[in-house]
């Protein structure tokens, strides 16, 4: 799958669990894609330097939460999420939302 359709489909889920979350905001579709693309690229730096992150599934969705906590704080109030619970569950959702889409388009 092309880089524009995978970051159009995660910008989705982003959009997507944003607007079902009371605890995360993003103000717009737009935002939604460079949110998208922040985590992605914090995500690869994270994972590049500790590769062992990845083993556990849990671990793997805290440093995610901590990964979209800290594009919170980048973006200020374009994309907010009041907490680590709800980056917590931010994540799970777009992790799920994401491969359902990927599913259904490939």
Do not use: C, E, R
């Not at 556990?56 to 994309?79: E, Q, R, T």
């Not at 907490?83 to 388009?105: C, M, P, Q, R, T």
Request: charged share 5%.
């Amino acid at each position: 799958m092309s880089f524009i359709i995978q970051l159009l489909v995660v910008a989705a889920a982003v959009y997507f669990a944003a607007w079902l979350l009371p605890g995360v905001h993003v103000k717009n579709y737009g935002y939604a894609i460079i949110v998208a693309l922040v985590i992605g690229v914090l995500d690869a730096v994270v994972f590049t330097i500790f590769p062992g992150i990845g083993v556990s599934w849990i671990l793997l969705l805290v440093v995610n939460a901590l990964i979209i906590l800290l594009a919170s704080k980048i973006f200020g109030s374009d994309f907010q999420v009041d907490g680590f619970v709800w980056a917590l569950v931010f994540a799970l959702i777009v992790a799920v939302v994401s491969a359902i889409l990927n599913h259904l388009i490939a």
